[in-house]
């Protein structure tokens, strides 16, 4: 059984279609890419998976349980870490106090021992009184990564987080995400336009173009695809 499945799911914004007929499944442990056109529905799934969209129709199942009924914070303690692409933190707040914020569900002790490990892993201790204000936007994105991280999730979806990142930084991001999915046992799903990353990280990518899922399979039966160039690049461009 995928650990999350998504299925025939629909969903719309006035009338306007944002996702038509998308099914996704993503197999525990695996690295799950999704790309496609600004508007193709990425963040809209994210969006129904995280409980802050409903669905008008179809199903999202985490583990075998129904998502449809619950609300962020329920699907946050269910299993299931977030990350925005524009780093939304608390950036008055530390950066200790951010990722201790991302562990609030696990309780007292236990969210501490969890926000020290954090900060540790993704080299982050050392920064850990610096408020997020004064941090540059490629440390901000990592603590976004870290408060995610934070919650203990069995599922985490990144949305974008090679955004407004250097050529440098996105191979550091490559690194550190293979490496969280290898020390924290967590399968991880990206939203992304940096086709490097999507290709470089993903086990599997799931193409949208106008709310509907045009392709699925490896980086490389992705990268041949004839219909991905053409609706994601262009006919003229390669992906």
Avoid: C, W
Wanted: avoid cysteine.
């Amino acid at each position: 059984m995928p650990l999350l499945s998504v299925r025939d799911v629909h969903r719309t914004f006035g009338g306007i279609v944002a996702l038509q007929g998308v099914s996704v499944d993503v197999e525990e442990g695996e690295i799950a890419g999704v790309i496609g056109p600004n508007g193709a529905g990425k963040t809209t799934l994210f969006n129904l998976v995280s409980g802050i969209y409903r669905v008008d129709s179809g199903e999202i199942f985490f583990a075998g349980r129904s998502l449809r009924a619950l609300r962020p914070h329920r699907v946050a303690r269910f299993g299931i870490g977030r990350t925005f692409q524009a780093a939304e933190l608390f950036r008055s707040m530390t950066v200790a106090e951010n990722v201790r914020a991302g562990a609030h569900t696990l309780g007292g002790r236990a969210g501490r021992a969890r926000a020290v490990k954090v900060l540790e892993d993704l080299e982050l201790a050392r920064l850990r009184d610096r408020p997020v204000s004064s941090l540059p936007f490629g440390t901000m994105k990592r603590v976004d990564l870290a408060r995610a991280l934070a919650s203990n999730p069995r599922l985490l979806l990144l949305d974008e987080p090679a955004g407004g990142l250097t050529q440098a930084e996105v191979a550091e991001l490559i690194e550190l995400l293979r490496r969280v999915r290898a020390d924290f046992a967590v399968t991880i799903v990206v939203v992304e336009h940096h086709m490097q990353l999507v290709m470089a990280l993903s086990d599997r990518i799931h193409v949208l173009n106008f709310g509907r899922k045009i392709a699925e399979g490896s980086p490389a039966e992705v990268r041949g695809d004839e219909a991905v160039e053409e609706a994601y690049l262009g006919p003229a461009v390669s992906l």
